[in-house]
T-cell receptor, first 112, second 111 residues
C-alpha cells in the first residue's frame, strides 16, 4: 500500500476563496482523521470518521470548515470562505481500531 | 478527553549524548501510548508504542515504558545521532479515540 495520500501538497489561495483538501486513506482502515498543525496550537484533531460516518467534529473551528467521506477510499476537507488564519499544515491519518494511525505527508495551506 | 504534557524545547544535545523527553498524560481509562516523530517537511511517523501498563516500546534505539502509576511514557535513547533531529510527539489514544497530541518536543542534535 502506498500509505495515506494527500493532495495537493501545497496550496496558496486568496482570502475568500474556497479550498478543498483531499485524502485517500490506507485500504482496509476504518478510521480517518483530519488534523491541523500550527506553531501556536500544535496538532489539533478537527474531525474523524468511522466507516465513512463523521463521529466527532467538535474540533472543527467554525462553520466555514466542512468534511465529507463519500466512500471508504476518499475524504475531503473544505474551507469556504478561506481566511489568512486558516494557514497551516493539514494532515489526514487513517487507522484500524486500537491500532496506530498512519499519517499522510500533509497539505501546506497558505491563505493570502 | 485525553491530554498530554511534554516539554516543547528546543532541546539541544551533542551527538552521542543521552536523551530523555518526558511525557505525562491524563486519560479516561487506559489508552495505548505512542511516540511519533516528525522530520522537517514530512508527516508524522510512528516511532514506538505500548498498549498496556509496564509494556516497553522500542525502535531505532529509542525506548519508552508505559507507567500507569505515574501516567508517564518518557522517551529515552542512550546515544543520539544528528539524524535524530526532529520533532517528537507523545500521544495517548488510538483507534476510536483518535490521538491527542501536544505541540511536540523539538530536538536538535549537534555534531
Amino acid at each position: 500500500d502506498a500509505g495515506v495520500i494527500q493532495s495537493p501538497r501545497h496550496e496558496v489561495t486568496e482570502m475568500g476563496q474556497e479550498v478543498t483538501l483531499r485524502c485517500k486513506p490506507i485500504s482496509g482502515h476504518d478510521y480517518l482523521f483530519w488534523y491541523r498543525q500550527t506553531m501556536m496550537r500544535g496538532l489539533e484533531l478537527l474531525i474523524y470518521f468511522n466507516n465513512n460516518v463523521p463521529i466527532d467534529d467538535s474540533g472543527m473551528p467554525e462553520d466555514r470548515f466542512s468534511a465529507k467521506m463519500p466512500n471508504a477510499s476518499f475524504s475531503t476537507l473544505k474551507i469556504q470562505p478561506s481566511e489568512p488564519r486558516d494557514s497551516a499544515v493539514y494532515f489526514c491519518a487513517s487507522s484500524s481500531l486500537d491500532r496506530e494511525a498512519f499519517f499522510g505527508q500533509g497539505t501546506r495551506l497558505t491563505v493570502v | 478527553g485525553n491530554s498530554v504534557t511534554q516539554m516543547e524545547g528546543p532541546v539541544t544535545l551533542s551527538e552521542e549524548a543521552f536523551l530523555t523527553i518526558n511525557c505525562t498524560y491524563t486519560a479516561t481509562g487506559y489508552p495505548s501510548l505512542f511516540w511519533y516523530v516528525q522530520y522537517p517537511g514530512e508527516g508524522l511517523q510512528l516511532l514506538l508504542k505500548a498498549t498496556k501498563a509496564d509494556d516497553k516500546g522500542s525502535n531505532k534505539g529509542f525506548e519508552a515504558t508505559y507507567r500507569k502509576e505515574t501516567t508517564s511514557f518518557h522517551l529515552e535513547k542512550g546515544s543520539v545521532q544528528v539524524s535524530d533531529s526532529a520533532v517528537y510527539f507523545c500521544a495517548p489514544g488510538g483507534g476510536a479515540d483518535g490521538l491527542t497530541f501536544g505541540k511536540g518536543t523539538h530536538l536538535i542534535i549537534q555534531p
